[in-house]
């Protein structure tokens, strides 16, 4: 079996996948189709995707502008749901959790109750039909004057929690919007009893990470900049966080460099004992998919197959889901990694640890 098809046949576990980022671009040239706006795909591409000479994440940001004008109506946020999962179950992704922040969808009128039941209507209606798994996080933003957004959107995680949202989030530009100063909200969070994830060590430094983890954190978004102290290296070691890592998406806001001379981290991480999971960000402005970043790994690491199925079952392991889920997908990754030959299939064990590497 040669590499594309290996990693195809892989179950694959994306816990790191906004949904504004990663609309179809066929999708959008309808919308502003029906807007009276006639777009050639390759324009509708270039106005979604980040420009090969992109500075930073600020600059990446602007991506999502088109992407936020067209997700104000509930059936276009339910369509943009559904056809994510449904691209994803055709690269053979079992469980993802995909997230979006509810308060940069009320221009148009809708309520934070429309928008996040018409994504858990799409994501519904996508699991009934292939089978997939997941879970939607609702992300707080960085920015000047969200305290209540972002306290709304914690409640609104708590009313949905268990039933369509598994989870919060923190998102936006951290290099102007430091992670120390969230903490009455990830207070409030871990007082309604979410769990959250927050970004943390891409656009800033390892601080950035002391704080989410101070915070409770159950994850980190990227983080890869731990890489600079040893000491967050361990704590995130030892509290065995996960790393949500997305290469592509790294290279391109230039968080960290390495993407052909072998210095990007997550070899290193991974091989530290830190719990690591694949992910792409946003498929549509990286212009990638969770398949082309294992192709990455393979081709410029020194990482193996076997490696990216331990970051699966860390994946699972550290996924916003209930033990049974975490249960019943990592047998169907070990189930699978069995068929192939010459694979040594890891632990089925999701509870083990990571010293055994
Ligand atoms: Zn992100």
Redesign the pocket.
């Known amino acids: 079996m040669d590499t594309q098809a290996r990693i195809h046949e892989m179950k694959k576990v994306v816990l790191?996948l906004?949904l504004d980022?990663s609309l179809r671009p066929e999708t959008v040239q309808e919308w502003l189709h029906e807007d009276g706006k006639d777009i050639d795909l390759d324009l509708v591409k270039a106005k979604l995707m980040v420009a090969k000479d992109c500075k930073d994440l600020n600059q990446y940001l602007e991506k999502f502008d088109l992407p936020l004008l067209f997700l104000q109506s509930e059936e276009h946020i339910k369509r943009a749901t559904y056809e994510l999962y449904e691209d994803l179950a055709k690269q053979n992704v079992v469980y993802s959790e995909v997230?979006f922040a509810p308060s940069l969808h009320l221009q148009k009128g809708l309520s934070y109750e429309q928008i996040v039941e018409a994504a858990i209507a799409g994501m519904d209606e996508a699991k009934e039909k292939y089978g997939i798994d997941g879970g939607l996080i609702l992300c707080c933003m960085r920015g000047d004057n969200n305290e209540q957004a972002n306290l709304d959107t914690i409640e609104l995680a708590k009313k949905y929690l268990g039933k369509g949202v598994c989870a919060a989030d923190l998102?936006g530009a951290e290099a102007l919007f430091a992670t120390k100063n969230f903490e009455e909200v990830f207070a409030k969070a871990k007082e309604l009893g979410v769990p959250f994830t927050i970004?943390a060590g891409?656009a800033d430094g390892p601080e950035s990470i002391k704080s989410a983890l101070q915070f409770g954190a159950q994850r980190i978004?990227?983080g890869v900049r731990c890489i600079e102290d040893k000491e967050v290296m361990q704590e995130l070691k030892d509290k065995k966080v996960l790393l949500?890592i997305?290469p592509t998406?790294n290279f391109q806001t230039q968080a960290v460099t390495g993407k052909t001379d072998g210095s990007y981290p997550i070899e290193k991480i991974f091989k530290f004992g830190i719990p690591v999971g694949l992910n792409t960000?946003?498929d549509t402005v990286s212009n990638t998919d969770i398949e082309q970043e294992y192709a990455w790994v393979l081709s410029e690491t020194g990482l193996t197959t076997s490696n990216l199925i331990q970051m699966n079952l860390d994946s699972i392991k550290s996924a916003f889901t209930t033990p049974e889920k975490k249960l019943a997908i990592a047998n169907q990754i070990v189930a699978e990694a069995k068929n192939i030959p010459n694979n040594t299939a890891p632990s089925k064990d999701v509870n083990s640890t990571h010293e055994d590497r």
């Open positions: 790191h906004h980022g997230r998102a970004h891409e978004g990227h949500e997305c998406s960000d946003n």
